[in-house]
């Protein structure tokens, strides 16, 4: 079985900085797309970042381009986002998806919730001002 657990959200003030972690268990972390995404309330559900285990090709959303940094230790079968800079706007449910390989090859297919098959429960971050 599929499963994702996402971890790491929290509060912080503007300008800070959180780790969020997507454990993955059930499958091969040999080619697959990861995605996080975020929901705010009253919004939908927006591509924040996404990473393809078989090349580690990154992927982002410009609104988070140059703060937010995704990776994979694929021997822990675990992809991080790195977020710096943080702004009260990216206080949002982060959600981590993936989607088995094959995939989209441009964010603009990778960004999309409807391209994930398997999701996490969600954290939340919140930013003060």
């Known amino acids: 079985e599929v499963q994702l657990v996402e971890s790491g959200g929290g509060l912080v003030r503007a300008g800070g900085s959180l780790t969020l972690s997507c454990s993955t268990s059930?499958?091969?972390?040999?080619?697959?797309?990861i995605g996080w995404f975020r929901q705010a309330p009253g919004k939908e559900r927006e591509g924040v970042s996404c990473?393809?285990?078989?090349?580690?090709?990154?992927y982002y959303a410009d609104s988070v381009k140059g703060r937010f940094t995704i990776s994979s230790d694929n021997a822990k079968n675990t992809v991080y986002l790195q977020m710096n800079s943080l702004k009260p706007e990216d206080s949002a449910v982060y959600y981590c998806?993936?989607?088995?390989?094959?995939?989209?090859?441009?964010?603009?297919?990778?960004?999309?919730?409807?391209?994930?098959?398997?999701w996490g429960q969600g954290t939340q971050v919140t930013v003060s001002s």
């Open positions: 990473i393809t285990t078989e090349d580690g090709r990154t």
């Open positions: 998806a993936a989607h088995e390989g094959p995939y989209g090859s441009t964010w603009y297919v990778l960004g999309h919730p409807s391209e994930y098959d398997y």
């Open positions: 059930g499958f091969t972390f040999d080619d697959w797309a």
